[in-house]
T-cell receptor
Framework: NAGVTQTPKFQVLKTGQSMTLQCAQDMNHNSMYWYRQDPGMGLRLIYYSASEGTTDKGEVPNGYNVSRLNKREFSLRLESAAPSQTSVYFC???????????????FGPGTRLTVL | AQSVSQHNHHVILSEAASLELGCNYSYGGTVNLFWYVQYPGQHLQLLLKYFSGDPLVKGIKGFEAEFIKSKFSFNLRKPSVQWSDTAEYFCAVNGKNTGFQKLVFGTGTRLLVSP
C-alpha cells in the first residue's frame, strides 16, 4: 500500500515549456487535490476533484489544468510555465464527502518544480 | 470565508522544553481541525485531528491539542520536545458547508529544536 505517489520528484523547466505532474493513490479514495507550497504561505489549493469525473477550481487555479483520469489518478498540467510557478507541488487524497474520516487528507511526497 | 492563523512563524527551543503552537480559525459553522507535520524534505503527515467529543485530542509522538470553541483555537502542545521534532507544523480546518472537503491551511510554524 504505497498511499499517494507523485512523479517526478524534481523538475526544471524553462519559461514557456509545458509539463504534466502525475499523481496516483491506492487507497480507493474518491477525492483528490493539488496544492502548491510556497515559503511563508502554507499550502494553497490549486484544483480538486471531489469524485471521478468532476474537477473544481481552488484558491490559485490560474495557469494550471487538471485531469481526473480515473479514480486512482489525478494529473496537473502547466501549459506554459512561468517563474511564478516555481514551487513545491503536493497531491493529496481523501475519502468521500460523507464518511467517518471527515475529509482527512493524505499527502504525496511532492514535486519540486523550478521554472527558469 | 474560512481562514487559519498561526501567529508563530518561527520557534526555537532547547530539547526538553515545553511546546505550544497557536492556531486560530475563522469559520461560521461546524468544523474539523487538523495538525499536520512536515519534517525536512518530506511530505505532510497527519499529527492529530479533532472531529467531535473530548476537546483534548492526543496524536502521535506525544503531541496533543485542545479545541477551545469559545476562542476558535486549536493549539498544539508537547510537554518535552526532542531534536527530532524539528519540522514545520501546519494547522488546518475544514467545514461542513464545503462538505468537509476543502482543507484550509495556516501558513505554518517552523520549529527548530536545538540539542
Amino acid at each position: 500500500n504505497a498511499g499517494v505517489t507523485q512523479t517526478p520528484k524534481f523538475q526544471v523547466l524553462k519559461t514557456g515549456q509545458s509539463m504534466t505532474l502525475q499523481c496516483a493513490q491506492d487507497m480507493n479514495h474518491n477525492s483528490m487535490y493539488w496544492y502548491r507550497q510556497d515559503p511563508g504561505m502554507g499550502l494553497r489549493l490549486i484544483y480538486y476533484s471531489a469524485s471521478e469525473g468532476t474537477t473544481d477550481k481552488g484558491e490559485v487555479p490560474n495557469g494550471y489544468n487538471v485531469s481526473r483520469l480515473n479514480k486512482r489518478e489525478f494529473s496537473l498540467r502547466l501549459e506554459s510555465a512561468a517563474p511564478s510557478q516555481t514551487s513545491v507541488y503536493f497531491c493529496a487524497s481523501s475519502e468521500a464527502r460523507v464518511s467517518g474520516s471527515q475529509g482527512t487528507q493524505y499527502f504525496g511526497p511532492g514535486t519540486r518544480l523550478t521554472v527558469l | 470565508a474560512q481562514s487559519v492563523s498561526q501567529h508563530n512563524h518561527h520557534v526555537i527551543l532547547s530539547e526538553a522544553a515545553s511546546l505550544e503552537l497557536g492556531c486560530n480559525y475563522s469559520y461560521g459553522g461546524t468544523v474539523n481541525l487538523f495538525w499536520y507535520v512536515q519534517y525536512p524534505g518530506q511530505h505532510l503527515q497527519l499529527l492529530l485531528k479533532y472531529f467531535s467529543g473530548d476537546p483534548l485530542v492526543k496524536g502521535i509522538k506525544g503531541f496533543e491539542a485542545e479545541f477551545i470553541k469559545s476562542k476558535f483555537s486549536f493549539n498544539l502542545r508537547k510537554p518535552s520536545v526532542q531534536w527530532s521534532d524539528t519540522a514545520e507544523y501546519f494547522c488546518a480546518v475544514n467545514g461542513k458547508n464545503t462538505g468537509f472537503q476543502k482543507l484550509v491551511f495556516g501558513t505554518g510554524t517552523r520549529l527548530l529544536v536545538s540539542p
